[in-house]
C-alpha cells in the first residue's frame, strides 16, 4: 500500500472525520467529512503532480488533505492547530518517519486564512486545494429558504475545477455559477480572503492565480 492508502483506510482516521464532520454539522457548518477531504485531496495530487512536486512531497499533500480538518471535533477555533497535534499522533501510530510527519503538521498548521504562514511547497498546496473547494455538494440544509449565505454561495456553484498549466506558471479555478441562486458578488462577500490566500499560495509556488466565474476572468 501505498502511503496514502495507509492513512485513508485508518479507522482511526475514519472516525475523526466523521467527528469533525459531525461537530461542525451541529454548529451550522457545510460538509467536513469524507467527501469533502477526498475532493481536496484529489485536488492536492493533480496540483502536485503538475507542478512536478517529489513523489515524498506528493504523498504529503495528499495526506495533509485527509487529515486537515481533523481537528474540528474539539472545536472550529484553531482547528488548525489541533488538528496538527493530533496528525502527529495518528500518523506516529501509523509508524511514518519524523520528517515526513512534519511536513504534513506544517501544512495542517498552515491552512486556515486566520494563521496562514506558508513555508513550503506541501502547504501551498493544500491550501489551494482546500480554498477552492466550494460546490453545492457541499450543502447539508435541504430548503433554500433555510439557507444562510454561505449555503446559497455553495449551492449555486455547480462547477468547480482547479488547474495548474506549468507552462504558463498560471493556476486557474474555474466555477460555473447560477446567478438565479445567488449573485457573483456574494461569493466575494464571503470568500475574498480565501482568493487572497489561494494567490498567496500560488505565488508561493512561482505561479500566478487566476479565477474565472462563468465567462468572466475576475483575477
Not at 72 to 97: C, I, P, T, W
Not at 140 to 151: G, L, M
Request: with cysteine; glycine share 4%; net charge negative.
Amino acid at each position: 500500500m501505498s502511503e496514502v492508502d495507509i492513512v485513508r483506510e485508518s479507522k482511526e482516521v475514519q472516525v475523526l472525520i466523521a467527528k469533525s464532520d459531525e461537530y461542525l454539522k451541529s454548529i451550522g457548518y457545510t460538509v467536513h467529512g469524507i467527501e469533502h477531504v477526498q475532493e481536496v485531496a484529489k485536488r492536492s495530487e493533480r496540483i502536485a503532480k503538475c507542478i512536478g512536486l517529489s513523489y515524498e512531497d506528493t504523498q504529503a499533500a495528499v495526506i495533509s488533505a485527509y487529515l486537515h480538518d481533523i481537528g474540528n471535533f474539539m472545536g472550529r477555533e484553531n482547528h488548525q492547530l489541533s488538528g496538527a497535534l493530533l496528525a502527529y499522533n495518528v500518523l506516529k501510530e501509523l509508524n511514518f518517519d519524523i520528517s515526513f510527519i512534519l511536513k504534513v503538521m506544517t501544512a495542517i498548521a498552515s491552512h486556515d486564512e486566520t494563521n496562514s504562514e506558508i513555508t513550503d511547497k506541501v502547504s501551498a498546496v493544500l491550501i489551494l486545494a482546500d480554498k477552492s473547494h466550494v460546490h453545492k455538494q457541499r450543502v447539508r440544509e435541504k430548503s433554500v429558504f433555510n439557507f444562510d449565505i454561505h449555503d446559497k454561495v455553495n449551492y449555486a456553484v455547480q462547477e468547480s475545477d482547479l488547474i495548474a498549466y506549468p507552462t504558463k506558471q498560471e493556476i486557474w479555478l474555474t466555477l460555473t455559477v447560477d446567478t438565479n441562486i445567488s449573485k457573483v458578488l456574494d461569493y466575494f462577500e464571503i470568500f475574498l480572503n480565501r482568493m487572497l490566500l489561494c494567490k498567496k499560495a500560488a505565488s508561493f509556488l512561482g505561479y500566478n492565480f487566476h479565477l474565472k466565474i462563468n465567462d468572466s476572468v475576475l483575477y
